[in-house]
């Protein structure tokens, strides 16, 4: 399989059910969103992170490609065929306990901080910053999309401001506060 097929050199690009539309489409623009945020992630895996945090940022680059293929996949196509491409209930769950796992083993928080720290978890804040984007291009789609989806990138926004937290005390980097 070749990288380049020449036929999105007019500024269209083919979705799932193979609808041809321009790149500037919003569904086209909300995936976008969504493969820069697992472009972050690998960015913070890239820095040697704890194995425990770097298996969870396994899985959710895993889950933003299934993210992105049921955004790019309008007539849903794909989903029932493709089990890895699903995100569902058991995905924000995994999420919810990953956040009061490593919730429990951070001092609480009293006051906003400033985004910083060690190079990964500045990037973490990062990719929680482009996450919310993401999720404010998937919330503006029409027609709307599941809600799960929008609720998985709602609450992998808060995993990702916990996961900045957590390598920073893990690094023994302070926080600053606002």
């Not at 500037?24 to 194995?51: C, I, Q, S, T």
């Not at 789609?141 to 005390?169: E, G, Q």
């Amino acid at each position: 399989m070749k990288i380049y097929t020449r036929t999105g050199d007019g500024g269209e690009t083919s979705l799932f059910d193979g609808t041809r539309t321009r790149k500037d489409d919003p569904r086209v623009d909300a995936y976008g969103e969504v493969d820069e945020l697992n472009a972050w992630l690998g960015f913070v895996r890239a820095a040697k992170v704890d194995a425990a945090i770097d298996a969870e940022l396994d899985a959710i680059q895993r889950d933003l490609f299934a993210l992105g293929a049921q955004l790019a996949d309008p007539a849903d196509k794909i989903a029932a065929r493709v089990l890895k491409a699903i995100i569902g209930d058991e995905q924000i769950a995994r999420l919810e306990q990953a956040i009061d796992r490593l919730e429990a083993a951070l001092p609480p928080l009293r006051r906003f901080i400033l985004a910083g720290g060690t190079g990964a978890g500045a990037a973490l804040h990062v990719a929680r910053t482009v996450c919310r984007r993401a999720e404010r291009r998937i919330v503006a789609l029409d027609p709307p999309v599941d809600p799960v989806l929008v609720r998985y990138v709602n609450r992998l926004s808060d995993l990702l401001f916990v996961l900045a937290r957590a390598v920073n005390h893990g690094a023994g980097a302070a926080e600053s506060e606002w």
